[in-house]
């Protein structure tokens, strides 16, 4: 924990940012991360809440749980098309994330991983998502226009337990409630409107 550190420059040797390795560094403000590091593990910028800008580059995998959390300073975030894994409250209380951009590459949205990000007013979830983890998007209180632009509309996680009384389904808040707008495809709000997605917004609209 260097609470002084400013700036950090990663040698080309990198190949992993391990679990961690920058967590607490409150003075951090840039990070500028090497093309030979292909993860970065869990909790490496976790509450570096003076971070503004980190450049994550192409040959970047996966980005682990807590990753990001706490960043309260950092503004936009762009993840690149072969990151296919992303952690557990990747970047959640990144409570001035204005705006994000989520890769093609992702299946899964795990479990809050925008949870806090109260900046947060747009999300454009890409049709390769088929799976949106508890509280992903709980708490971004300024969320009004979400899209979607998968044909089916993505799992929203629930879980399922057996009970004297037959199987019981408990159900968690994905999305703030009462968001303005969500857009989908051509020919899907039918699909959408019966489903778990319907109790979150206020409209449903499709795409030209």
């Not at 403000?29 to 003076?50: A, G, K």
């Not at 192409?58 to 098309?81: E, H, K, Q, W, Y």
């Not at 899964?108 to 799976?131: R, Y």
Request: proline share 4%; aromatic share 10%.
């Amino acid at each position: 924990m260097c609470r002084s550190l400013e700036s950090v420059n990663i040698p080309n040797s990198v190949t992993s940012i391990e679990r961690g390795a920058f967590s607490y560094c409150d003075a951090l403000r840039s990070v500028n991360i090497p093309d030979n590091v292909t993860s970065i593990q869990d909790e490496v910028f976790y509450d570096c809440f003076s971070l503004e800008s980190i450049n994550i580059h192409s040959n970047i995998t996966s980005i682990g749980v807590r990753a990001f959390s706490g960043c309260r300073s950092l503004i936009s975030i762009d993840i690149p098309d072969n990151v296919t894994s992303i952690g557990n409250n990747a970047f959640s209380y990144c409570s001035t994330l204005t705006s994000v951009n989520i890769p093609n590459s992702i299946v899964l949205i795990s479990a809050s991983t925008f949870e806090g990000c109260k900046s947060l007013t747009t999300v454009k979830i890409p049709n390769s998502v088929t799976k949106i983890g508890k509280q992903a998007f709980y708490n971004c209180n300024s969320l009004s226009n979400v899209y979607c632009y998968a044909s089916n509309p993505p799992d929203l996680e629930a879980t399922k337990f057996q009970s004297e009384y037959g199987v019981i389904t408990v159900s968690y808040l994905t999305f703030p409630n009462n968001i303005d707008n969500l857009y989908v495809p051509l020919r899907t709000k039918e699909a959408y409107s019966t489903s778990e997605w319907k109790r979150y917004f206020s409209n449903i609209i499709e795409m030209d």
